[in-house]
């Protein structure tokens, strides 16, 4: 599993590269701080979500896109970026489980 920025032509957010050697489910979250969310006034933790599906073996990437409450926080705040916390989760067909976790810094 990889991880990293999205493209501008993709919007803010980030994106999960996973390699299946069977049938799998991408899932991912964008998180970030209590004291950055209370900074930002948001109701929750959570900034964004994406989730994927992948049948048979391959690669595929999915896009965790930030929340539009999120980005109009960060702007309203004269800010252009934001520290996240990426968590994806792939669960193939096999049962095997796999995690990762990454700090990005969302430009926006």
């Known amino acids: 599993m ?3 920025i999205a493209d501008k032509f993709h919007g803010p957010g980030a994106f999960v590269r996973v390699a299946c050697s069977a049938t799998c489910d991408i899932s991912g979250k964008l ?3 209590y ?3 209370v900074y930002l006034r948001l109701k929750s933790k959570t900034v964004g979500t994406g989730k994927g599906h992948l049948d048979g073996a391959g690669a595929v ?3 965790v896109d930030l ?3 999120a980005i ?3 702007k309203n705040r004269h800010g252009n970026q934001l ?3 990426l968590e994806a989760t792939a669960k193939d067909s096999d049962g095997r489980k796999s995690k990762l976790t990454k700090r ?3 430009p926006l």
């Open 35 to 37: 004291n950055m969310r």
């Open 61 to 63: 990437d999915v896009l």
């Open 31 to 33: 998180t970030i701080t």
């Open 72 to 74: 109009r926080a960060v």
């Open 104 to 106: 990005l810094k969302i």
């Open 67 to 69: 929340n539009n409450s």
């Open 83 to 85: 520290p996240v916390r």
């Open 2 to 4: 990889a991880a990293g």
